[in-house]
């Protein structure tokens, strides 16, 4: 029985986000090596500098940087999965080089060369998802990027809790975590290359017969004459006609074209408002932070393998229902409990800091608000606080159930949506380049965000933790105003989208979820004119809401699932 063309093109997607899983494990597994006895004792002297501490944590996302640099060109000319494969043979000998490392410059290469080839398959695999989509599961398909991520992290905190538990003191106790971080990076790189490669890239290199077999094979079954199929061809053959008008994609285009330039920036301040939620200071530093409350690392560790549980749960939810809710809502919602989660943990570490065992705020017998130092009016609202929120928990309890609430928002609203957008929004011609310089972002922000986090610890403790708590609601704030809503849209119709969506996008059609089986059902019916705007995405979610719309919508999601 032959595999459902959504189901087939779904796995596909999946295989590729393999890289995502070394990525999410090499960002967990950093923060349970580095204290390790042994480790310590292999850096020699130079690992009391705390900015050389930063640096090997810092200089993966660095690597990552400059692994952007060549995955425009070298996706562009060889194609999706060649680049992919290419990224993870990179990233194996950077994992071999922190195996075995024998000294810091060692280590320091390794981070790099893996951070180089992860920077290239972070990049690509949410490229390639997107353009092997169909449109009403293109965000189930992208946002597999950071579920993936979240498997590895999950895999690297547990591994790094039971190495510390079993091994404390041995070399394997890093040893071993780190060389397991290769595991996944075999069967991607042996095996890349029997995905299908995508069908528009195939057209882009004047292979239109193997772009129609290709697209038949990911969503037909391989009939070549599916209206489905002859559609979304002539689709893309119109799209490239008109790219072949204006002349191959120039990197200064994305700047000088204003369309471009407005995708461009809002995919860039998207990646780089995701590290300003805070995300990557409890990643990198979770020792650090918990530490100032007071927690033994061992009990860190398990705290943080809990919170990969609750990443997990975060991420799937976003798969699920990711192209049901939209893109805007999440990523509002979101940055908004992100940033308050961080007000209160400022709280937290600025009023109780090192009392995993303090009650002061454990409502005891109706005497909780005596004993704060507060006014009458202060006291009754923490009295009200403490019976419906806080009930019987301790500040640290708190402060660790305030990091979940964080991490699952994170995961279930942001993390997965900061590749899935930036990776939809662009054409053909200037996707691999404007992808290229969006994912700068993230990694210019990350290598930002683990470089100062030591020493702002360090100097001004628990005020850094304002940072975040700003950066959330404004990040929220920007998103509501600034960004169109890009669901069940059609690739080839964002150009069009992006140039005639205003600016300042509330209340407009463009900032509502409009029906995202529509580009599908028009694409089958063939009334969708190529490039242009369907008219389900013009009149959005608000437009269709009589009882015959409804209807209609029912009728198109049974014959289309």
């Not at 529509?518 to 009334?527: I, N, P, V």
Request: hydrophobic share 45%; proline share 4%; charged share 15%.
């Amino acid at each position: 029985m032959a595999l459902s063309p959504k189901v087939y093109t779904w796995l596909c997607g999946l295989f590729a986000s393999l890289g995502s899983i070394i990525f999410g494990y090499d960002l967990g597994v950093i923060a349970g090596v580095t204290p390790a006895p042994d480790f310590v004792r292999v850096m020699g002297k130079h690992w009391s500098n705390t900015n050389l501490q930063g640096l090997v944590v810092s200089i993966f996302v660095l690597g990552c940087f400059f692994g952007m640099i060549p995955v425009a060109y070298v996706a562009d000319r060889f194609g999706r999965r060649k680049t992919i494969q290419f990224g993870a043979a990179i990233y194996m000998v950077g994992g071999a080089l922190q195996t075995g490392a024998h000294n810091m410059s060692m280590m320091l290469a390794g981070r790099f060369f893996a951070g180089y080839g992860v920077g290239i398959m972070s990049d690509l695999a949410p490229l390639y998802q997107a353009e092997i989509a169909h449109p009403s599961i293109r965000g189930r398909l992208t946002t597999l990027q950071q579920f993936m991520l979240g498997i590895g992290a999950f895999v690297a905190s547990w591994v790094t809790y039971a190495c510390t538990a079993r091994l404390a003191g041995k070399p394997a106790e890093w040893r071993l975590p780190l060389g397991i971080q290769i595991i996944p990076a075999i069967p991607l790189f042996s095996f890349i290359l029997f995905l299908p490669e995508s069908p528009r890239w195939l057209a882009e290199h004047n292979q239109p017969d193997l772009a129609l077999t290709t697209l038949a094979r990911l969503h037909a079954n391989g009939d070549t004459s599916d209206p489905f199929v002859v559609a979304q061809m002539k689709d893309i053959e119109a799209d490239l006609a008109r790219s072949a008008e204006i002349g191959e994609a120039t990197w200064g285009e994305l700047f000088t074209n204003r369309s471009v330039f407005r995708r461009v920036a809002l995919g860039y301040i998207l990646q780089f408002s995701v590290q300003m939620t805070g995300v990557s200071a409890i990643q990198y530093y979770s020792t650090t932070i918990f530490k100032t409350m007071g927690f033994s690392s061992t009990r860190i560790l398990l705290f943080q393998s809990i919170n990969s549980i609750i990443a997990l749960i975060g991420e799937a939810a976003c798969v699920i229902w990711i192209d049901a809710t939209g893109r805007r809502r999440p990523m509002i919602v979101g940055n908004v409990v992100s940033g308050f989660s961080f007000v209160v943990g400022s709280i937290l570490m600025a009023r109780w800091p090192g009392t995993v065992n303090n009650n002061a705020v454990r409502r005891s017998d109706g005497h909780l608000c005596a004993k704060l130092s507060c006014s009458l009016d202060d006291r009754l609202t923490m009295c009200v606080l403490s019976r419906f929120v806080f009930a019987e928990l301790t500040v640290a309890q708190i402060f660790i159930l305030t990091t979940w609430i964080f991490n699952f928002f994170f995961s279930a609203c942001i993390g997965p949506l900061s590749w899935a957008y930036p990776a939809e929004i662009y054409s053909t011609r200037t996707r691999a380049k404007a992808t290229a310089i969006t994912s700068s972002g993230s990694w210019i922000s990350n290598f930002f965000i683990a470089q100062i986090t030591s020493p702002a610890f360090n100097n001004i403790g628990w005020k850094f933790y304002l940072v975040f708590a700003i950066c959330g609601n404004t990040n929220a704030l920007f998103i509501w105003a600034f960004y169109p809503e890009t669901t069940g849209r059609r690739l080839e119709e964002m150009d069009a989208l992006f140039a005639d969506a205003p600016l300042f996008v509330p209340g407009t059609p463009y900032a509502r979820v409009g029906d995202r089986l529509a580009a599908e059902r028009e694409l089958r019916s063939g009334t969708v004119r190529p490039g242009e705007v369907t008219e389900h995405a013009k009149r959005g979610s608000g437009a269709v809401g009589d009882e015959e719309a409804q209807e209609e919508r029912k009728e198109s999601t049974e014959k289309i699932e």
